[in-house]
């Protein structure tokens, strides 16, 4: 177990070197830069900026600075002052004070080309909290639907309960965020006043968007769910359970059920990296101030540090949560050994 975690550590952190090599030297390639406007800058203007950002130096220059900024931890003396180019994620006092302070700091993603005042560290903080409640509720209450509809449905198999379970998984496939949203919002905000439209002010205002965003993948994790216990069930280890004379809630829940999750928890790995990190389409109709536009916004703007943070961020979220996966498999079904 030990080996096959540091294995797995080891090649979460080639796979973000990676990414990040490739992201970052693309970005480089596409025409156009983070100045470019409909109307041009004076090219003294340009040329300020980039000597500013240091977008004049060669790429691989370039490259080894923002990485390092990253990777390297740092200990300054004295007393820290605000910067959007100075400002990490993480910052921990040492010893002294005033002028003779030093400070152990790490993780600088760099300032955003398109505000003086804020940093890439500044979005993940004021943002990524609201993205990631968000996240977390929308992948609960696709749990609490998809997995109990995709279990009846297979559990009665061919009957009304099959087909009302099928047809709404099907309705919420077909229905994308992009619809179900408005008419949430219209039923529940405009014409019954349940809920809060927009916004992101309490616990109410995540009602709506979590079950918008919730509710589509709740009909992926059904049909998973039910093809996967359909198979299960018709399994030898099953009709034996049966012919040992265990009931049928024992048969169902100790044997068939944990080893149909498998397939579902497999797709959770991913489907949690993308819920957490923002989801730019919900989060526009509702209003909420989350980090799903700034992977839109960032492309059009070619605000590279934004744009490198953004995808690193959805990158250690889906290695990370795709390590937990395979670590869960052990849990769910005891023949799997990791070597």
Sequence with gaps: MGKFITRRILWMFLVLFVISLITFFLMRNVPGGPFAREKPLPEATVKLLNEKYNLDAPVVEQYLDYIGDIVLPRITTGKLTPSSAEDYLVSIPLSGSGEDQKTLQWINFGPTYKSRSRSVNDIFRENL??????????????????????????????????????????????????????????????????????????????????????????????????????????????????????????????????????????????????????????????????????????????????????????????????LLVDLAYMWIDPRIRFD
């Design 129 to 322: 909290p609201v993205s990631f409640q968000l996240g977390v509720a929308a992948l609960t209450i696709a749990l609490a639907i998809g997995v109990p509809l995709g279990t009846i449905a297979a559990l009665k198999r061919n009957t009304i309960y099959d087909y009302i379970g099928m047809g709404t998984a099907i309705l919420g496939v077909s229905f994308p965020v992009i619809i179900t949203a408005p008419v949430l919002q219209y039923l529940f905000g405009v014409q019954w006043g349940l809920v809060p439209v927009t916004g992101w002010e309490g616990p109410q205002y995540a009602i709506l968007p979590a079950f918008a965003l919730g509710f589509v993948n709740a009909a992926l994790i059904a049909r998973l769910t039910r093809a996967s216990l359909l198979q299960v069930l018709n399994e030898d280890y099953i009709r034996t359970a049966r012919a040992k004379g265990l009931t049928e809630r024992s048969v169902i829940v100790a044997h068939a059920l944990r080893n149909s999750l498998i397939p579902v928890v497999t797709i959770l790995g991913p489907l949690f990296a993308a819920l957490v990190t923002g989801t730019f389409v919900v989060e526009t109709i509702f209003g909420i101030p989350g980090m799903g536009r700034y992977f839109v916004t960032s492309i059009t703007g070619r605000d590279y540090p934004v744009i490198m943070g953004t995808i690193l961020l959805y990158a250690f979220f889906l290695v990370v949560m795709n």
